[in-house]
């Protein structure tokens, strides 16, 4: 569990911060923690749908304030595709979160770059959403020991390179142009390891057939990444990297 560590945690103490810091409208995610992955069908449906309807309730009371986001699960994807038509045409909402990996019926850790996920990428051109992939669960994916808080400083980020990579091989930025994609903590690895990605697609075609090269897509109008980067010389690169226009202000702020 994580500790309560700041009064921000909380929506009137938030605000307030908000206005100090002369911050005039926020964004709100899902709980990393309840992605669900792994869960049974109806324990994931009870908590999606919770999660949803409570950040709803705080985009409806505060709509100058604060953009909310919704989750769904993947895996059962007859479920993440109506919630989706109830949170965008029913709650007004805009921003889906996603995981970077989902656990499918095989057991397999799955990218949300996969295909399997189009469906969900589909419906969220159909109504120009804003999507957040977001990374978590790296404990279950990975078969090393728990410490240091390695999952969340370390693999964490290769979460998100990976499945910027695929993302971005299968060119799902200009499949689906009316959606905005952005990827949690400027997907710094994945920035870091852009030229080693062009390496090996120009080096080892043979690899990868079907996909674009990372070129493509560098940079691209409708790929963002956020500041929570932690360092100025990361986000230096992030800024060289894809310009100024695609990277959006995160505070990671609860």
Not at 116 to 122: D, M, N
Not at 171 to 189: D, E, K, S, V, Y
Request: proline share 5%; glycine share 6%.
């Amino acid at each position: 569990c994580r500790p309560i560590t700041d009064p921000s945690f909380f929506l009137g103490e938030k605000l307030a911060w908000m206005d100090k810091n002369k911050i005039d409208h926020g964004v709100m995610l899902n709980l990393s923690q309840v992605y669900c992955n792994g869960w049974e069908k109806q324990d994931a449906f009870d908590a999606i749908r919770w999660q949803n309807d409570f950040n709803a309730s705080v985009q409806h009371q505060n709509p100058d304030k604060f953009t909310c986001g919704f989750v769904v699960q993947p895996l059962y994807l007859d479920e993440a595709l109506k919630e989706i038509e109830r949170c965008v045409t029913k709650l007004n909402m805009k921003l889906l979160c996603l995981p970077t990996h989902y656990l499918n019926a095989k057991n397999e850790w799955v990218s949300v770059a996969d295909e399997s996920c189009f469906p969900i990428y589909e419906l969220a051109n159909k109504y120009s959403l804003a999507v957040e992939i977001h990374p978590y669960d790296g404990e279950k994916m990975v078969a090393l020991k728990d410490e240091f808080w390695r999952f969340h400083l370390v693999w964490m980020m290769a979460q998100s390179a990976d499945t910027l990579h695929l993302f971005t091989l299968k060119n799902i930025p200009n499949l689906f142009p009316n959606m905005r994609t952005c990827f949690a903590h400027g997907c710094m690895l994945g920035q870091a390891n852009y030229g080693r990605r062009v390496q090996g697609f120009e080096g080892r075609s043979d690899l990868f057939k079907d996909t674009v090269s990372p070129k493509t897509t560098l940079g691209h109008p409708n790929l963002f990444f956020d500041t929570l980067v932690h360092d100025p010389y990361t986000l230096q690169l992030l800024k060289h990297r894809v310009g100024v226009a695609q990277i959006i202000a995160g505070l990671d702020d609860p």
